[in-house]
């Protein structure tokens, strides 16, 4: 499923309506005075399984591993605690390591990887570090010096219920929500 051509995906928590209108205040804030605008390309959230592409035709076989998948998982706490970053690119609103998280997530490559075939070999090398991005890509080094300079002390905290994994496609441009799924 892992072909060159296709529609392009990726699987994400999204947290509650209150919560993403907060971040995105953040992400809004970013672009006028850090003129980073890239993370106001996707809704927030925290991605489960990074971009990868989809054939339109091999679709209701994604779509029916993820309902599987969502039916056999509860809801979650996802709970998003102040700022962090992978310097000197990205800043995020961290999101905390919950054993119910990192159990969602690493079932979730695995059920994707053992059904469709769908592999992300990055995420097999490194350990998931969720976070719900703020500023990246086109943040410069100075504009992350003095975002990082007001953002690393400042303090922010959320728990919710994450009761659905989100599919979205990119159209293009930007990511849209494509379907949901309810755990």
């Not at 690119?89 to 119910?100: A, D, G, M």
């Not at 919710?160 to 994994?165: A, G, H, L, N």
Request: with cysteine; aromatic share 10%; proline share 8%.
């Amino acid at each position: 499923m892992n072909q060159p051509q296709g529609s392009l995906f990726f699987i994400a928590l999204l947290p509650p309506p209150e919560v993403q209108e907060i971040a995105t205040k953040i992400k809004l804030e970013f672009a006028e005075i850090y003129n980073s605008r890239a993370a106001l390309k996707s809704p927030p959230h925290v991605t489960l399984q990074p971009p990868f592409r989809c054939n339109l035709e091999q679709l209701p076989d994604l779509e029916r591993c993820l309902e599987e998948f969502a039916r056999l998982h509860a809801p979650i706490p996802l709970i998003l605690q102040n700022f962090a970053a992978f310097k000197p690119r990205v800043i995020y609103i961290n999101v905390q390591k919950t054993p119910e998280l990192l159990t969602l997530q690493k079932r979730l490559l695995q059920q994707l990887e053992s059904s469709l075939n769908i592999i992300d070999h990055a995420s097999k090398s490194r350990a998931f570090a969720p976070h719900l991005t703020v500023g990246f890509r086109d943040l410069t080094k100075d504009n992350f010096w003095k975002a990082w300079s007001k953002y690393a002390n400042q303090e922010l905290f959320f728990e919710v219920i994450i009761d659905e994994i989100t599919l979205l496609i990119h159209n293009g441009k930007l990511w849209e929500i494509y379907r949901q799924f309810s755990l």
